[in-house]
């Protein structure tokens, strides 16, 4: 039975909306790393603070947790049993990033820190674009160190439907 499951992948792959579902589904508290990292008006709180929230959350018996957030990958591969990675094309990716913004421009998104409202912001368009390039070998690297993990690896949104079914029948038992 998978219990604790990452959900992982580049912004606009829809990680959250994905993980909220799931954790519809599952019925497993569901933590958001944006939650934990981002304070009212964009500010962040410090590495050691996150660090710590972090902690508290990987220390509980069940979870699903979406987030990227590369320099604690390890350290949550290392505590969860099951990895849903939204391995998108990037075209797919930006699409949503822009997708989203205009649902949500100017109010904050369920999965995301108080008074941190929705925005466009083009380096941040740039970065959605070049996250392949740059961290896919890294993220297929941590994977290949976390063998206890089932990883799903989806390379389109419909697959999910078969992604859930499979994570549900073994939640149920």
């Known amino acids: 039975m998978h219990h604790k499951i990452l959900v ?5 792959s829809g990680k959250s909306t994905y993980a909220r579902a799931l954790a519809e589904c599952t ?9 934990l990292y981002w304070r009212p008006g964009w500010t962040h709180v410090s590495r050691e603070e996150f660090d710590a929230l972090l902690a508290a959350e ?3 018996p069940a979870w699903i947790m979406d987030g990227n957030y590369d320099r604690t990958l390890v350290a949550r591969l290392e505590r ?10 990037r075209i797919v990716c930006v699409l949503g990033v822009l997708r989203r913004v205009a649902l949500f421009r100017g109010r904050v998104r369920p999965d995301m ?8 912001d083009f380096s941040f368009l740039r970065w959605v674009w070049n ?4 961290h896919r070998a ?9 063998p206890h993990a089932t990883v799903f690896m989806v390379r ?18």
């Open 80 to 89: 969860c049993d099951a990895v849903v990675w939204l391995n998108l094309p």
């Open 58 to 60: 990987l220390a509980k």
């Open 138 to 146: 890294r993220i297929q690297e941590a994977l290949a160190h976390a």
């Open 8 to 12: 992982i992948g580049c912004s606009g």
């Open 113 to 120: 820190g108080d008074n941190c409202p929705e925005r466009l």
């Open 27 to 35: 019925k497993l508290p569901l933590v958001h790393l944006d939650r």
């Open 156 to 173: 389109k949104r419909r697959e999910l439907s078969r992604v859930t079914r499979e994570l549900t029948k073994k939640c149920e038992g």
């Open 131 to 134: 996250y392949n390039s740059m």
